[in-house]
């Protein structure tokens, strides 16, 4: 990089500054030395002092400035590496999460498909019972109307058993007198 030569005025005197900053830059700094030496001469307007005291005593307040924002920046430097680790602890955790979540999705789709299947399997087997009801309702209408028929014969064949017993009694009767008769006469 280039030096840059730059005319400045500090505490009333002209000097040359050269340097790799820009000119800005330069400018600054030298407002910055000259804004010190005013401050300072200020301070000390009632013990007379010589521009080289002022000159002195404003290095020593510059320098004073620096260190403080030296350890400002280390401070910062401190926190900026806290912070980094925190984020990075904290990306961590993050992709951690999405990885969870991650599982947790997949996990859920499947117990989602899995109820699918089983509410499938459920009105299937809800169907079946339900044609098994219905072909029970029938078997036992049939089984019932059958049952009806068996009993009408059963009760038909009992009439009939009846009726055949009432006659044979009745021949019994026949028979007895016959034979009642037949002992009497033969006698």
């Not at 400045?8 to 005197?13: A, D, S």
Request: aromatic share 6%; charged share 35%; hydrophobic share 35%.
């Amino acid at each position: 990089m280039e030096n840059n030569r730059v005319k400045v005025k500090i505490y009333g005197q002209e000097y040359v500054i050269a340097g790799e900053k820009s000119r800005e830059e330069i400018i600054q700094v030298a407002a910055h030395v000259d804004t010190k030496m005013h401050e300072i001469a200020e301070m000390t307007k009632a013990s007379g002092s010589a521009p080289s005291n002022i000159a002195v005593l404003s290095a020593v307040n510059i320098t004073s400035e620096y260190f403080q924002l030296m350890e400002e920046m280390e401070e910062l430097k401190r926190m900026n590496f806290q912070l980094e680790k925190d984020a990075q602890h904290y990306v961590q955790l993050w992709d951690e999460s999405k990885k969870n979540y991650m599982e947790y999705k997949e996990e859920t789709q499947a117990i989602v498909l899995q109820k699918d299947e089983l509410m499938n399997q459920l009105r299937q087997k809800d169907g079946e019972i339900q044609k098994l009801k219905e072909a029970a309702d029938i078997a036992k209408t049939q089984a019932k109307d059958s049952m009806e028929e068996v009993v009408q014969d059963i009760e038909n064949k009992c009439r009939e058993l009846e009726n055949s017993f009432f006659d044979l009694q009745m021949e019994n009767l026949q028979l007895k007198k016959e034979l009642e008769k037949y002992k009497n006469n033969n006698g």
